[in-house]
């Protein structure tokens, strides 16, 4: 064999070795390559698999909060109810305390005239003297000094 063969041979078995060294070098970038489309493609389905379970805690959260919202509306409306009625109450109950002022006054102006009621105080019949006349809480009852009431005698 001469030197012109052995470069030959030599040179030969460099290309192959760098055909090789290319082919099994692309051979494994296809396989990263691959590999990494594969990943990102699993990625991509879990992603999808996440979203579908985001998108239902989002209607579950927004559920809760129309029932949050529906319920501060109704609280708002039993509090203006409560609100009306409380004015209400408080319209009648200064109804009944001016009636209940009209009905002391009649019966005073009753006492007054009457002559079977008894005087405690020594003066006939003066206004505004309720001494053991009837007692406009209830029939039978009479009136003490100390504004207490106790069943009236004969009665």
Do not use: Y
């Amino acid at each position: 064999m001469n030197n012109a063969t052995v470069i030959w041979i030599i040179a030969l078995a460099v290309v192959l070795v760098a055909i090789v060294a290319t082919v099994l070098f692309r051979s494994q970038r296809r396989s990263r390559v691959d590999h990494k489309r594969t990943e990102a493609r699993e990625i991509r389905q879990q992603a999808d698999s996440d979203r579908i379970a985001i998108q239902r805690r989002e209607a579950e959260a927004a559920k809760v909060d129309a029932a949050a919202r529906m319920a501060r509306a109704e609280a708002g409306l039993r509090a203006t109810d409560a609100a009306r009625l409380q004015t209400h109450a408080r319209e009648r109950s200064e109804h009944a305390r001016g009636e209940r002022s009209e009905l002391n006054e009649k019966l005073r102006a009753a006492d007054e005239i009457d002559p079977d009621v008894p005087n405690t105080t020594g003066r006939d019949n003066v206004a505004g003297d309720r001494g053991g006349r009837t007692n406009p809480d209830g029939p039978g009852r009479a009136a003490t000094r100390d504004g207490r009431d106790r069943p009236r005698a004969g009665l």
